[in-house]
Structures are given as C-alpha cells and as structure tokens.
C-alpha cells in the first residue's frame, strides 16, 4: 500500500512557477513508476509525465517544455516544476504510482488527492 500527498499547488499569475511535490508513504517508493497528471474543469484527465524507477522521465508530445519532472527515492518524493504558466495550465494536478510500465493510466493503481493550480491571465 503507498500512500501519496501532493503539495505546493496555489495560485500564481500568469508567467509564474510552481514546483509541486508528491510525497509517498512506504519503504518501496523506487520500485513504482510514477506520474503526474492533471485535469482541467470539464475536460478529461491529462497524463502530464512519469518518471521511471531509475529516474528518467516521459513526457507526452502534448506537454509543454515548460515542465520539468524529477524524483528522490531517498525523500521518496516526486517534483513537477512548472515555468511560465498559462492560464490554460489551470487544473488539478494529481500524482500516481504504477508498477509497470507507466506508459497507461489504467496501470497506475495508487493515486493522490490532487493539488489545484490555478493560473490568472
């Protein structure tokens, strides 16, 4: 069973950073994928990046470059730093872990609360 808590959403303006963090309950963090998704209001979950047991990470050709992931298995914490914002980044930004590959959602099987990111033009 992992436990994972996001941080460090808010508010910011436009052109603004944020660093979220997810931090993870359990002794076996680096043996999960995990990864970051949001959702906006009325639109559907969106897979943002996940970064492998050995620290490398994806990101999907719709996800800006604006957007850096990173993790510490010996903090068991994952990062999403997020620069330049846009009002369009605005959503709930949640964290998950998989046990596989991390490539599709339905792998993920532990998820998050979520943190709001909400970004004003």
């Known amino acids: 069973q992992v436990q994972l808590t996001e941080s460090g959403g808010g508010l910011v303006q436009a052109g603004g950073s944020l660093r979220l963090s997810c931090a993870a309950s359990?002794?076996?963090?680096?043996?999960?994928?995990m990864g970051w998704f949001r959702q906006a209001p009325g639109k559907e979950r969106e897979f943002v990046a996940f970064?492998?047991?050995?620290?490398?990470?994806y990101y999907p050709d719709s996800v800006p470059g604006r957007f850096t992931a990173s993790r510490d298995n010996a903090k068991n914490t994952v990062y999403l730093e997020m620069n330049s914002l846009k009002p369009e980044d605005t959503a709930i930004y949640t964290c998950a872990a998989s046990l596989q590959s991390g490539y599709t959602l339905s792998e993920y099987i532990y998820w998050g609360q979520g943190t709001q990111v909400t970004v004003s033009s």
């Open positions: 970064i492998n047991r050995s620290g490398s990470v």
């Open positions: 359990g002794r076996t963090f680096s043996s999960y994928v």
